[in-house]
C-alpha cells in the first residue's frame, strides 16, 4: 500500500469559510488534534496575511511536534520572510508559496506572460530555498491552466529547490477524468518530476472534490490536501476525513492508505464544528449524526441479523462511541482526572480543578454526564481567552408566556466593575433577550445567524448555541453552551461581541490561557 500524505488546511483555506474568525487558543486545540488524527502536514495560516495569523503560525510551529507545520506566502519575498520568521523554530518547517498559472488568472490578476510567470516562480522558489529544505509550491488554478505550460514550470521551480508540486482545482471546476488525465500527464511528461511530491487540492463548488482527489491518487498523487469537515472558501475543499475512510474502505480498488488515525476522526469533526460553527449536516458522510443510524424496518432488520448487510463503516472505526455514558453525580476528582487522560487531555492542576468544578456543577443538574458533556466543557476551558471580555453576563430574567408579549430583563458587567441592566420586549424570547443585549451594547451589532443544538440526546441534553453578527460591520462568530437554551444563546451573543473586542485588542493580549 502507497503512503498517501496528507497536507490538512482547516487552519488556513478553512478559516477562509465565510463568518469563521478563529481566534489563537482555538487555533491551537485544532493543531493539537490534528497532530492526534496524525495528519503528515497542517498549514496553520497565511503569515503575511495579518499579525493575527503570523502569532497562531508562530505559535503552532513552535507547539506542534510529530507533524510538519508550513504557512502560505505569495511569490513576494516579503511573504517568504514574514513565513520564516513564523516558522523557523518549528520541527519540520516547511513554506507553501503559490502563484497562478491559468490565462485568466495570469491576464487580468497578475498582468503577466508566461515568461513573467516562470520567472517569479523560479525567482521566489530560489528565494525560499535559502530559508527552507522544505518547500511546496502551487500553481494557483492548475486545472484551468495549459498543461504544456505547467510542465515547462515544473520542471522549472522542481529544479529551484520545490519538494512538492501542488495542483489545484481553484475554482471546483475540473473532473474527475480531466483531472486524473491532468495528473498522468504531468508525470509524463516533467522529466525531473519523481523528485518532488505531487499534490492534490480540490474545492467542492460542483460537488466533486472527494471524486477528484481520489483520481489524482489513482494517477500519482502522493499528497492530497483538504480540511476536517470539508469546510473552506465557498463550498469548501475536500473533506480529508472522507477521503481516509474511503481508502481504507475500498483498499481493494485503491492502492493507497492514509496514516490518519481513523479513531480520532469523530472528535476532530466534533472540535472543529464546535469551534467554527460550521455545524454538520446529518446526512454528512462519515460524521454526521445520522451516518449510522438505520430507521427503515428493513434496515434494522438486517444490521440486527448481521451488521454488515448495511453497514459499511462501523462507528467504533471513526470514534463514534455507541456507549459513552460516563460520569456522575459521585464521580470524584481522581476519576475524573483518568477519564479525561483516557479521551487525551493532559491539563494542568489549575485547570483540571477548573474542569472539576464545572463538571460537578453540571451533575448538580443533569444525571449522567457522557463523552460528548465532558468534552463540551474542556474545549471551553482550553479555549477561553485572556481577559478581553467586555461584557461579562451578570444574569438574565425572560417574562414569557403564550399570551403576553415576552421580555427579558439582562444584568451586564463591564471591565471596570460597572453594573448595567436594561430591559426589552420581543417576538419570542430570544428575540427579546438579543434586542435587550442590543440596547446594552456600545457597538453597532446586526444578527446575521442563530443557532441552536443539543449535545448528544434525551431531556437534560446541554444546549449548543452558535451566532454569527456584525459588530462594527465586521463579521465574529460565538458559542455558547448550557443546559438552558436561552442561556446558551445569551452566552453566544456576548461571546461574538466580546470575540469583535477581541480581534480588535493588541495581538499581546490575545495570549493563551494556560
Ligand atoms: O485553492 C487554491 O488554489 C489554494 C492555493 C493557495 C493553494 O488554496
Ligand atoms: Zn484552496
Same mark, same amino acid.
Given at each position: 500500500m502507497a503512503h498517501v500524505k496528507i497536507f490538512d488546511t482547516t487552519l488556513r483555506d478553512g478559516e477562509q469559510s465565510p463568518g469563521v474568525n478563529l481566534n489563537l487558543p482555538e487555533k491551537l486545540e485544532i493543531a493539537k488534534q490534528l497532530e492526534r488524527l496524525g495528519v503528515d502536514v497542517m498549514e496553520a495560516g497565511f503569515p503575511a496575511s495579518s499579525q493575527g495569523d503570523f502569532e497562531s503560525v508562530r505559535e503552532i510551529a513552535n507547539t506542534i511536534r510529530s507533524c510538519s507545520v508550513t504557512g502560505l506566502a505569495r511569490a513576494v519575498k516579503s511573504d517568504i520572510d514574514t513565513a520564516y520568521e513564523a516558522l523557523k523554530d518549528g520541527a519540520d518547517p516547511r513554506i507553501h508559496v503559490f502563484i497562478a498559472t491559468s490565462p485568466i488568472h495570469m491576464e487580468y490578476k497578475l498582468l503577466k506572460t508566461q515568461v513573467q510567470v516562470i520567472e517569479k516562480a523560479v525567482e521566489m522558489v530560489t528565494y525560499a530555498k535559502t530559508k527552507f529544505d522544505k518547500i511546496e509550491w502551487s500553481a494557483e488554478d492548475a486545472s484551468r491552466s495549459d498543461w504544456d505550460f505547467l510542465t515547462q514550470i515544473i520542471e522549472k521551480v522542481i529544479d529551484a529547490g520545490a519538494t512538492v508540486i501542488n495542483l489545484p482545482d481553484t475554482v471546483g471546476y475540473t473532473t474527475p477524468q480531466e483531472y486524473g488525465r491532468m495528473f498522468k500527464y504531468i508525470k509524463e511528461n516533467v522529466p525531473n518530476i519523481e523528485k518532488a511530491d505531487l499534490s492534490a487540492h480540490c474545492h467542492d463548488d460542483l460537488g466533486m472534490a472527494l471524486a477528484n482527489s481520489i483520481a489524482a491518487v489513482e494517477n500519482g498523487a502522493t499528497q492530497i490536501e483538504g480540511t476536517i469537515n470539508g469546510i473552506g472558501e465557498r463550498a469548501g475543499n475536500a473533506a480529508l476525513e472522507e477521503l481516509a475512510v474511503a481508502l481504507k474502505i475500498r483498499e481493494d480498488v485503491y492502492e493507497g492508505r492514509t496514516g490518519l488515525v481513523l479513531k480520532e476522526i469523530k472528535r476532530t469533526s466534533d472540535l472543529v464544528s464546535k469551534l467554527t460553527g460550521m455545524h454538520v449536516p446529518r446526512n454528512k458522510a462519515v460524521v454526521g449524526q445520522n451516518a449510522f443510524a438505520h430507521e427503515s424496518g428493513i434496515h434494522q432488520d438486517g444490521v440486527l441479523k448481521n451488521a454488515q448487510t448495511y453497514e459499511i463503516i462501523t462507528p467504533e472505526m471513526v470514534?463514534?462511541?455507541? !456507549? !459513552?455514558l460516563v460520569m456522575g453525580k459521585h464521580s470524584g476528582k481522581h476519576a475524573f482526572k483518568d477519564k479525561l487522560q483516557n479521551l487525551g487531555y493532559e491539563l494542568s492542576e489549575e485547570k483540571l480543578l477548573e474542569a472539576f468544578t464545572e463538571f460537578k456543577k453540571l451533575t448538580d443538574r443533569k444525571k449522567e454526564v457522557t463523552d460528548d458533556d465532558l468534552f463540551t466543557i474542556l474545549t471551553e476551558i482550553q479555549t477561553q481567552t485572556v481577559d478581553v471580555k467586555k461584557y461579562e453576563l451578570s444574569g438574565f430574567q425572560v417574562e414569557y408566556g403564550s399570551a403576553q408579549v415576552p421580555t427579558a430583563t439582562v444584568q451586564l458587567t463591564k471591565p471596570d466593575g460597572t453594573e448595567i441592566e436594561e430591559s426589552a420586549e420581543g417576538q419570542g424570547a430570544v428575540e427579546a433577550l438579543f434586542n435587550t443585549l442590543d440596547s446594552m451594547i456600545e457597538e453597532d451589532v446586526h444578527i446575521t445567524d442563530f443557532q441552536l443544538n443539543s449535545i448528544g440526546s434525551g431531556r437534560d441534553a446541554l444546549a449548543q448555541s452558535h451566532v454569527k453578527l456584525t459588530v462594527d460591520g465586521t463579521e465574529f462568530n460565538g458559542r455558547g453552551s448550557s443546559q438552558d437554551v436561552l442561556e446558551a444563546a445569551v452566552k453566544a451573543f456576548l461571546n461574538a461581541v466580546n470575540r469583535g473586542f477581541y480581534y480588535q485588542a493588541p495581538v499581546q493580549a490575545q495570549g493563551v490561557s494556560s
Open positions: 470514534g463514534v462511541q455507541s !456507549n !459513552n
